[in-house]
């Protein structure tokens, strides 16, 4: 069972930044596209970024293209997001999640066989 661990979290006032960190400390990310949601109160779980096994191939939802920054380090076994130019509207848990691929996988989405348990992200004055 893949255990994936968000850190990072925060409070931030708006217009600040953060970086989330998500990593396993017992399998290799690398046969993994991962990605990250978000669930704010009394809303759905929605997907933020995408990022494939290589790091190659990335995606963004509009509400945070051009903030977000979504990166990995397979030599870390981490996966990133910086998050730029944080809004209130930001304000959700984050979570990392796993889907397996392969390696050799070149395209991401945001389908899901792990999640981690989220980290709180916090905008405000």
Not at 6 to 12: D, F, I, R
Not at 56 to 75: H, K, L, M
Request: one cysteine or more; a neutral charge; glycine letters at 12%.
């Amino acid at each position: 069972q893949l255990q994936l661990v968000e850190t990072g979290g925060g409070l931030v006032q708006p217009g600040g930044s953060l970086r989330l960190s998500c990593t396993s400390s017992r399998f290799a990310l690398d046969n993994y596209v991962i990605s990250w949601f978000r669930q704010a109160p009394g809303k759905e779980r929605e997907g933020v970024s995408c990022i494939s096994p290589s790091g190659s191939t990335t995606n963004y939802q509009d509400f945070v293209e051009g903030r977000f920054t979504i990166s990995r380090d397979n030599a870390k076994n981490t996966v990133y997001l910086q998050m730029n130019n944080l809004k209130p509207e930001d304000t959700a848990v984050y979570y990392c999640a796993a889907d397996r691929v392969g390696v050799g996988y070149s395209i991401c989405g945001y389908d899901v066989d792990f999640w981690g348990k989220g980290t709180l992200v916090f905008v405000s004055s």
